[in-house]
């Protein structure tokens, strides 16, 4: 995998689409649409080229099961 190109490609999708950086914001009571002008990706990185494929797996399923569990707020 080539990261840099991988966050490369992600960054510039976000430049141009607007909606992956918006969001939704509260003030008085009223609610409105705030685009961000940051085109900052947050990427980790998890080296698992020693690790067997048995705990690939196990690791790989623990990560989805954390990110599908995390509560958000649109």
Same mark, same amino acid.
């Given at each position: 995998? *080539?990261?840099?190109?991988? +966050?490369?490609?992600?960054?510039?999708?976000?430049?141009?689409?607007?909606?992956?950086?918006?969001?939704?914001? $509260? $003030? *008085?009571?009223? /609610?409105?649409?705030?685009?961000?002008?940051?085109?900052?990706?947050?990427? !980790?990185?998890?080296?698992?080229?020693?690790?067997? !494929? /048995?705990?690939?797996? +196990?690791?790989? !399923?623990? +990560?989805? *099961?954390?990110?599908? *569990?995390?509560?958000?707020?649109?």
């Amino acid at each position: 995998l *080539n990261f840099d190109a991988l +966050k490369h490609a992600l960054v510039a999708i976000t430049q141009r689409h607007e909606i992956l950086r918006s969001s939704f914001q $509260e $003030e *008085n009571g009223e /609610g409105y649409q705030s685009i961000s002008s940051s085109n900052q990706i947050h990427l !980790e990185i998890v080296d698992m080229q020693f690790v067997s !494929e /048995g705990e690939k797996k +196990k690791q790989t !399923e623990e +990560k989805i *099961n954390v990110f599908a *569990n995390t509560a958000f707020d649109l």
